[in-house]
């Protein structure tokens, strides 16, 4: 089965930096991807998502990802995180039913004032 | 919008009693998945199902079984709930086999099992 892969188990930024959230995924064909954030005691939320064409997607919040097929990642971007910006947030791969979706361990993130 | 309701949002439960979890989505999507949440785990899969009467097991299935007997609901089963079984468990929804779609979830069901 598919798999993900966050390496990144907590990270501190300040705010008005840019950020970089890693994700690496296991898929022997070309994979659905998607970026989900979770505040503290809220539900899961969409980011973003890839299914083909364009390999640099724009999400909700200012947030981006880009697939690299050769490096097999599916990196979270953003130029200028906000304090409010402060969750945790899972990167997940499902196969081509998009019937089989798994998670990474997620990457917390705290921004620093 | 999308709604996906799961029936309790905090549980207790004793050690060995049968516990059911639930789930109803409204949007007629034919994938609906249960993954138990843990810090420093993320989520992970216990079961999903594609049709009605159809499952299949995710990384952690141990444990666990599900029914799927109408086509909006999804339930989760703990045969002989044991205390390695608490946790926030998560149940979602999404379209099958069609691109540009994503899972929704619901709020979650914080089990605790004493």
């Known amino acids: 089965a598919q798999s993900v892969t966050q390496p990144d188990i907590h990270i501190t930024v300040s705010e008005g930096a840019s950020l970089e959230l890693r994700c690496n995924y296991s898929?022997?064909?070309?994979?659905?991807l998607f970026w989900y954030v979770q505040s503290p005691g809220q539900g899961l939320q969409l980011l973003l998502k890839?299914?083909?064409?364009?390999?640099l997607v724009q999400g909700i919040k200012g947030f981006e990802a880009e697939f690299k097929r050769s490096q097999s990642s599916f990196n979270l971007r953003k130029p200028s995180v906000h304090w409010s910006d402060a969750a945790e947030y899972f990167c997940?791969?499902?196969?081509?039913?998009?019937?089989?979706?798994?998670f990474g361990a997620g990457t917390r993130l705290t921004v620093k004032p | 919008d999308v709604k996906v309701t799961q029936s309790s949002r905090y549980l207790v439960k004793r050690t060995g009693e049968k516990v059911f979890l639930e789930c109803v989505q409204d949007?007629?999507?034919?994938?609906m998945f249960w993954y138990r949440q843990d810090p420093g785990l993320g989520l992970r899969l216990i079961y999903f199902?594609?049709?009605?009467?159809?499952?299949e097991k995710g990384d952690i299935p141990e444990g666990y079984s599900v029914s799927r007997e109408k086509k909006e609901r999804f339930s989760l089963i703990l045969e002989s709930a044991s205390t390695n079984q608490t946790s926030m468990y998560l149940c979602?929804?999404?379209?099958?086999?069609?691109?540009?779609?994503?899972?929704?979830f619901g709020q979650g069901t914080r089990l605790t099992v004493v």
């Open positions: 979602a929804s999404s379209l099958l086999g069609t691109m540009n779609t994503e899972a929704f």
């Open positions: 890839y299914f083909s064409g364009d390999t």
């Open positions: 997940a791969v499902a196969n081509y039913n998009n019937n089989d979706m798994r």
């Open positions: 898929y022997g064909a070309t994979p659905y």
């Open positions: 199902s594609y049709d009605v009467k159809m499952k």
């Open positions: 949007m007629d999507h034919e994938n």
